[in-house]
């Protein structure tokens, strides 16, 4: 008898040893390159607790007296997701690198993350804050993305900078039904700055999935539209989950990928260059890839099969051309819409480069 309760004992110090709360971070170290001096900047760590028992994040703590910290307070279940935002207001020039220490119980002591960059004062040098050039005006980003369900209504900002040498009033031409869009100020002076808000109205999308469209930045007063101004614009519409039954929300398909970031280093002018990603579903019911497009003139991708049944693979084989990587806008990329409750949104991303000495 004495034996049965110490092995009963055992047992049940080994399940609570077994349940354990965990926590998985997007990315530990976040790097934010140029920043300006007197602009709060704004970095959010996203997270999942991975273990089987809810996690709670009790306090973050910051290393100086210039970022804030706000986090997921109520407790983040199995499979939930959390996040952990920093504010961090520049007080010094020059560089710099900063830690948070997050307490939660999921470890006995704190686990840490970083940011780091380099503050500069310049502001009228936009490269740092502004890298992509369209003639004299500059851009924060190089091509628009969406993600929604039907009845959202999401909003972008491009932000502008005007270094030509002539005021400037900011204009998207060629906008699809779908899109709204609004300049403020509706004019930009000499070395001024400004944005340009885009909305998504997902009631006049054409259809569920992926929509690619382009846009084109005015430059100027009577401007044209062409390779040089356009702005690629990616719409994601997902599948609406709501009406699932009970025995879908226990038993549905799950998408793991083998790999969702593939490098094609010191690619030579003419090169073709394959990797292939294996795609498998890990959960209880068929999984449905639903739409896949591919993000760029550079890539080519053959997906043997579009419908796995639980426990089943396949392959997807992404090339690149490098021939067609300096007509590249935006990075490279191959979306894909699933039926997966958890994860209807897949991207696999592509980092390619040609040979340095080689152009």
């Known amino acids: 008898m004495k034996r049965i309760y110490i092995s009963l004992i055992m047992f049940v110090v080994c399940l609570m040893a077994q349940a354990q709360p965990k926590i998985a971070f997007d990315s530990e170290t976040k790097d934010l390159g140029y920043i300006l001096w007197r602009n709060p900047a704004t970095v959010t ?32 279940m199995p499979g939930d997701e959390g996040e952990i935002t920093a504010v961090f207001d520049a007080e010094a020039i020059g560089h710099f690198y900063k830690d948070l220490g997050v307490y939660c119980n999921a470890a006995p002591e704190p686990v840490y993350v970083s940011f780091s960059g ?44 005007n270094t030509s040498n002539k005021s400037y009033s900011p204009v998207l031409m060629h906008l699809p039904p779908y ?25 006049r999308l054409p259809k569920l999935g992926i929509t690619r469209a382009s846009v084109y930045l005015s430059r ?26 009970d025995w879908q929300k226990n038993n549905p398909p799950v998408i793991s990928v083998s790999s969702d970031e593939l490098e094609f280093l010191n690619l030579r002018p003419n090169q073709k260059k394959s990797q292939t990603v294996v795609i498998t579903n890990t959960g209880k019911s068929d999984l449905v890839i639903q739409d896949m497009q591919v993000f760029s003139i550079a890539l080519g991708v053959n997906l043997k099969k579009r419908v796995l049944k639980p426990g089943e693979s396949t392959k997807m084989k992404v090339t690149v051309l490098a021939a067609n990587l300096p007509r590249v806008k935006g990075r490279p990329r191959v979306l894909m819409i699933t039926n997966d409750p958890e994860r209807p949104m897949i991207a696999v991303r592509v980092k390619a480069q040609l040979k340095s000495n080689e152009k």
């Open 179 to 203: 899109l709204e869009a609004e300049a403020v100020p509706e004019k930009l002076g000499r070395g001024k700055a400004g944005k340009i808000k885009v909305t998504l109205n997902t009631d």
């Open 118 to 161: 380099e503050v500069t004062a310049d502001a009228k040098n936009f490269s740092f804050t502004h890298p992509y050039a369209i003639g004299g005006i500059r851009l924060n980003q190089e091509e628009l993305s969406f993600e929604a369900h039907k009845g959202d209504r999401p909003s972008v900002e491009l932000l502008v900078a």
């Open 45 to 76: 760590y996203k997270f999942v607790n991975t273990g089987d028992k809810p996690l709670v994040v009790s306090n973050v703590t910051v290393s100086c007296g210039c970022m804030e910290a706000s986090w997921t307070e109520v407790p983040v």
């Open 220 to 245: 100027y007063s009577g401007d044209k539209v062409g390779e040089e101004n356009e702005i690629p614009v990616s719409v994601a519409l997902l599948p609406d989950f709501s009406q699932m039954t």
